[in-house]
């Protein structure tokens, strides 16, 4: 999976970690970010805390919610190469939590509703 780079201007102002969890929330599959049970999983910036992701130097680690609708691996995985490449740092990327599967809207068919009968 390739990132395009060529952001605005705002964009690279962001911090890194933002943008990660910006690219990660978009891979298919992520519901969210997680924080952990007390919240520790987390990058404090000035004025902002960025849940579910941490940076070092030398590595990472990305906690995710996927939907049951997709499979878990492809799903960490894909998040994983999305942030380390990125960061420019292996991230390991753990699972926390899932949710059932979103039922897909069904189309209306004609007749169904409102006959006016």
Do not use: K
């Amino acid at each position: 999976m390739t990132i395009d780079t060529s952001g605005t201007a705002a964009e690279a102002a962001e911090p890194l970690a933002a943008q990660i969890a910006r690219a990660v929330l978009a891979v298919p599959g992520v519901v969210d970010l997680d924080g952990g049970m007390f919240g520790e999983v987390a990058t404090y910036l000035p004025g902002e805390r960025v849940a579910g992701v941490q940076l070092s130097d030398t590595e990472g680690s990305v906690h995710i919610v996927v939907d049951l609708a997709h499979d878990l691996r492809e799903v960490a995985a894909a998040a994983g190469a999305v942030a380390s490449e990125l960061s420019g740092v292996p991230i390991a990327v753990t699972v926390e939590d899932v949710t059932p599967a979103r039922p897909q809207p069904q189309p209306e068919t004609a007749g169904s509703e409102g006959d006016g009968e």
